[in-house]
């Protein structure tokens, strides 16, 4: 039998929105015998060197840790599944969505959504373009495919892992082992062009470099809300709420945003 889980962070203060998209991944997880695992507590804590940092000081010093890379904790799990998702807290998922882990072939050891293979808005098409130039511009090193909306980099805010296939590039490090690398320093300290950089980028460069077999997978298992176009997103499987200032009342107005994505509750 397959093993699969689904692991999130929900760190930091409630959300109204956090509340509902995580329970939305709970139903989901019922639905098709799928392991839950909210981790509700800091555990890598990870913080960059303050002595050569670019980061806002604000940004480090509010919490005393990046909490972006808590996720990366999910890796310490790869010996207990067989497949692992990671999904951001702020992913909904509808009631229709299928079983994501069945669209993982076990050739693949990690699968995630391409962004600019978003049916994406004209003005989202050239968010893609600009980050792109800004984000992997300068990462040379690997080939990241250029085209005319700029480079292949998933959206890691939802990702899906084999863990018998993706495991070997971790080389028996633990979470913290691995991003404590050295290939990974300039990622973590936010230093020149990486002062905005997330685990985001540290990971789209790292499976980049590895060339670890990846599958793209359909853009609906990461739609990004108001990114993709209005006719698309009933299509959707996963409905990420990547940006804050897009949603009513910041997203904590729930009943109004989730009959903006058609999903209409008593």
């Not at 995580?22 to 392991?35: F, L, M, N, P």
């Not at 990671?86 to 990690?110: G, K, M, Q």
């Not at 090193?141 to 890691?156: H, I, L, P, S």
């Not at 913290?176 to 062009?193: C, K, N």
């Amino acid at each position: 039998m397959t093993t699969r889980m689904i692991y999130q962070v929900y760190v930091g203060k409630p959300s109204v929105l956090y509340d509902t998209c995580v329970q939305s991944v709970a139903v989901y997880c019922a639905k098709h015998g799928i392991d839950h695992v909210i981790q509700r507590e800091p555990i890598l804590k990870i913080c960059p060197d303050m002595n050569r940092t670019q980061r806002s000081r604000e940004a480090v010093s509010r919490l005393g840790y990046l909490p972006i890379f808590e996720k990366e904790n999910a890796f310490a799990y790869l010996d207990q599944y067989d497949q692992i998702a990671i999904v951001d807290s702020d992913i909904f998922i509808r009631d229709t969505a299928p079983n994501i882990f069945e669209h993982l072939p076990n050739t693949y050891a990690l699968g995630a959504v391409a962004e600019r293979d978003l049916p994406c808005t004209a003005k989202h098409a050239s968010k893609i373009t600009k980050y792109s130039k800004a984000a992997f511009g300068n990462l040379a090193d690997v080939d990241w495919q250029w085209n005319d909306r700029g480079a292949e980099f998933y959206n890691m805010g939802m990702m899906v892992i084999n863990s018998a296939m993706f495991a070997p590039y971790l080389e028996g490090q633990t979470p913290a082992e691995f991003l404590a690398r050295s290939e990974f320093q300039d990622f973590i300290d936010g230093v020149g062009y990486f002062r905005w950089s997330t685990d985001q980028m540290l990971l789209n460069w790292w499976v980049k470099k590895t060339q670890m077999p990846r599958k793209n997978l359909d853009w609906r298992w990461n739609a990004l809300y108001k990114a993709v176009t209005d006719d698309c997103l009933p299509d959707a499987y996963f409905v990420h709420f990547f940006l804050k200032d897009l949603l009513p009342e910041r997203g904590e107005n729930v009943d109004e945003l989730m009959q903006l994505i058609g999903e209409f509750r008593n």
